[in-house]
């Protein structure tokens, strides 16, 4: 947890608008990034993942960009809907162990 | 496919009592993981073990936390004289041999009154 933060402890966002969640991370040796969505009452699912030798990978309505350069990860979601209403958390694997920051809240205005 | 497993879903228990976690991991899965959340806040790692061996317990408190993974059977999370401070989400990851993604289960809530 000490390693990785998030910039901003909630984000409301209006159904369909895109959404972009923020992370810092200080361990440079870190390379393989992980991004969790964990609803309430249930464990992280993971969403997407990315590994130090890339800057952007896309999956189905995300995007994760990673910026080595400034210790920095985001999370893009397109089109946000009511179901990505959650607690965002971006870990980072170093020697097989995660660390996680406080996460994220994601709230979706209808 | 069954993802990870944990029971029970939610524990409660007097201070002093003894708690067990489980955790079945995905098939095929030999890598099991135990972290613990408290309330708004991240997932704090303790344990790292493979079939009967730990491979790294850094984030374990030095008393009344142990963890196992046999060579059958789920792995193991036992918190003997639990104390309130130990109230808390506990939740198990699992990942394949050679893979750092870890998949987590749905938790154990334990409460301790």
């Known amino acids: 947890g000490e390693n990785v933060g998030l910039h901003l402890p909630t984000l409301s966002v209006q159904e369909g608008d895109n959404s972009i969640i923020n992370c810092a991370y200080s361990?440079?040796?870190?390379?393989?990034f992980i991004w969790y969505k964990q609803e309430s009452g249930k464990g992280p699912q993971f969403i997407i993942d990315?590994?130090?030798?890339?800057d952007k990978r896309q999956g189905q309505r995300v995007t994760v960009l990673l910026n080595k350069t400034v210790k920095h990860l985001s999370l893009q979601i397109a089109a946000t809907q009511p179901g990505d209403s959650a607690v965002y958390f971006c870990a980072e694997n170093h020697d097989y162990k995660l660390s996680f920051g406080a996460g994220t809240t994601v709230t979706v205005r209808a | 496919n069954a993802g990870v497993m944990q029971n029970p879903r939610h524990l409660v228990r007097r201070r002093g009592q003894e708690a067990r976690l489980r955790c079945s991991p995905m098939k095929g899965h030999s890598h099991v993981y135990w972290y613990r959340q408290l309330p708004e806040e991240g997932l704090k790692f303790m344990v790292y073990?493979?079939?009967?061996?730990?491979?790294?317990e850094s984030g374990m408190p030095k008393e009344r936390f142990s963890a196992e993974f046999p060579k059958e059977g789920p792995s193991i999370l036992r918190i003997q004289q639990v104390v309130r401070g130990d109230s808390a989400a506990y939740f198990c990851a699992s990942s394949p041999p050679g893979a750092d993604t870890q998949y987590f289960g749905p938790g154990t809530r334990l409460t301790v009154l």
């Open positions: 361990n440079s040796a870190s390379d393989y």
């Open positions: 990315i590994r130090s030798n890339m």
């Open positions: 073990l493979q079939k009967e061996n730990i491979i790294d």
